[in-house]
T-cell receptor, first 115, second 114 residues
């Protein structure tokens, strides 16, 4: 299957700082990327959908000014957690797909810990 | 709206025993159903998926699942567990086979005892 690379795999940051997570499709062009968040012992929950060249669509309850998503190219989407707080500590995972009705491939996830 | 319920957050089986991981879904439209596996510190890997057609779906590593519309279920099975099967398993539902984002269950951690 296609490869989606997510970086970093884990990050620890101080409260109030910002953290950027990258999601890259290595061998295909991803028109759409999805960002999910997983709290301990809970489901992966969709945060936002990003299409290349347009603004991301956020799910209800997700603060778009706090979780900035950029999808500037067909192979890269970034999620920036701004002014991070301990409650933002979670596992963030992206997936990417070529087009409608094709399989979405997942990155390996990023474990964020805010101290 | 769509939702997924995975019964049992942790399942433990002996090596060589049958693996059964339960998944029930709710969907207002014909569902597309998926099983993913996640090994520690790795991303999600697709095990199998049901789109249309045959209700018994075979996947990788000897896993299979059967779509039962009447029971709104999509349970995952494997006849004989291997130590390497120990991982987290997620059932998910979508409105289509790709682009529409997935709605996940909470996951089931499978332990295999030697």
């Amino acid at each position: 299957g296609a490869v989606v690379s997510q970086h970093p795999s884990w990050v620890i940051c101080k409260s109030g700082t910002s953290v950027k997570i990258e999601c890259r499709s290595l061998d295909f062009q991803a028109t759409t990327m999805f960002w999910y968040r997983q709290f301990p012992k809970q489901s992966l929950m969709l945060m936002a959908t990003s299409n290349e060249g347009s603004k991301a669509t956020y799910e209800q309850g997700v603060e778009k000014d706090k979780f900035l998503i950029n999808h500037a190219s067909l192979t890269l989407s970034t999620l920036t957690v701004t002014s991070a707080h301990p409650e933002d500590s979670s596992f963030y995972i992206c997936s990417a797909t070529v087009s409608l009705n094709t399989e979405a491939f997942f990155g390996q996830g990023t474990r964020l810990t805010v101290v | 709206a769509q939702s997924v319920t995975q019964l049992g957050s942790h399942v433990s089986v002996s090596e060589g025993a049958l693996v059964l991981l339960r998944c029930n879904y709710s969907s207002s439209v014909p569902p597309y159903l998926f099983w993913y596996v996640q090994y520690p510190n790795q991303g999600l890997q697709l095990l199998l998926k049901y789109t249309t057609g045959a209700t018994l779906v075979k996947g990788i590593n000897g896993f299979e699942a059967e779509f039962k519309k009447s029971e709104t279920s999509f349970h995952l099975t494997k006849p004989s567990a291997h130590m390497s099967d120990a991982a987290e398993y997620f059932c998910a539902v979508s409105k289509n086979s790709g682009n529409t984002p997935l709605v996940f269950g909470k996951g089931t951690r499978l332990s295999v005892i030697a």
